[in-house]
Structures are given as structure tokens and as C-alpha cells.
């Protein structure tokens, strides 16, 4: 079973960056569509940016020109690194796996068979 942890959360001022990270386990292939998702306080869990496994990237209109998604497969580490910030950014933030999500064109939350625990994002003055 896929097992991922994410790290690089903190608090950070309006304007600044942050670079989370994915690190997957217990896998015997890189054949995995990847994501990071966010959840901010009493909002639902939306999509922010995804990887297929020819690297080629999609993002949520929110983040594009902000956010660059990247993936190392030799480290089994997927990668958000987040610049600009705002404080609409602020939230829990996701990292996802599955098999099909990329292939299908399915990236809505309920696709994704494996998640994180989260990692915590907090943007203020």
C-alpha cells in the first residue's frame, strides 16, 4: 500500500514562499498521477496542482504563475513550491496518489486512492 507523508508546512507573510514535499513509500512503480490539494478553514478540499507520469503539469487557476509542481522519481518525492503567497493560500495542505486519476482526466478529490495526513500553510501579517 502507497503510504505518503508531507513536510515543509510553517507560517509565512503575505508575499513570501514555501516548499512542500511529498515522500511516497511502499511502492513498486512511479506509475502514479500525483497531487497536492488544500483545504482551507470551513471550506471544502479543492485541487491545486497535479502531476502525470510524463511529468506534465495542470493547475488550478488560483495558483498558476504562483505554485510549480515537480516530482523527483529516483527520491520518490513529490514536490509543491509555492511563491507569492497570499492568504487565501492558507490551509491544509494534501498530497494524493493514484493510478488512473491523470489517464481518466479525473482529478476531483474523490479519484485519488491514497492521501497524506496534511501539512499546515498559514499566509498572514
Known amino acids: 500500500q502507497v503510504q505518503l507523508v508531507e513536510s515543509g508546512g510553517g507560517s509565512v507573510q503575505p508575499g513570501g514562499s514555501l516548499r512542500l514535499s511529498c515522500e511516497r513509500s511502499r511502492v513498486t512503480t512511479n506509475n502514479y498521477c500525483m497531487g497536492w490539494f488544500r483545504q482551507a478553514p470551513g471550506k471544502e478540499r479543492e485541487g491545486v496542482a497535479f502531476i502525470d507520469t510524463d511529468g506534465k503539469a495542470t493547475y488550478a487557476d488560483s495558483v498558476k504563475g504562483r505554485f510549480t509542481i515537480s516530482k523527483d522519481n529516483a527520491k520518490n518525492t513529490l514536490i509543491l513550491q509555492m511563491t507569492r503567497l497570499k492568504v487565501v493560500d492558507t490551509g491544509m495542505y494534501y498530497c494524493?496518489?493514484?493510478?488512473?486519476?491523470?489517464?481518466?482526466?479525473?482529478?476531483?478529490?474523490?479519484?485519488?486512492?491514497?492521501w497524506g495526513q496534511g501539512t499546515r500553510v498559514t499566509v498572514s501579517s
Open positions: 494524493a496518489a493514484d493510478v488512473w486519476a491523470c489517464l481518466l482526466g479525473d482529478l476531483s478529490e474523490g479519484r485519488f486512492q491514497y
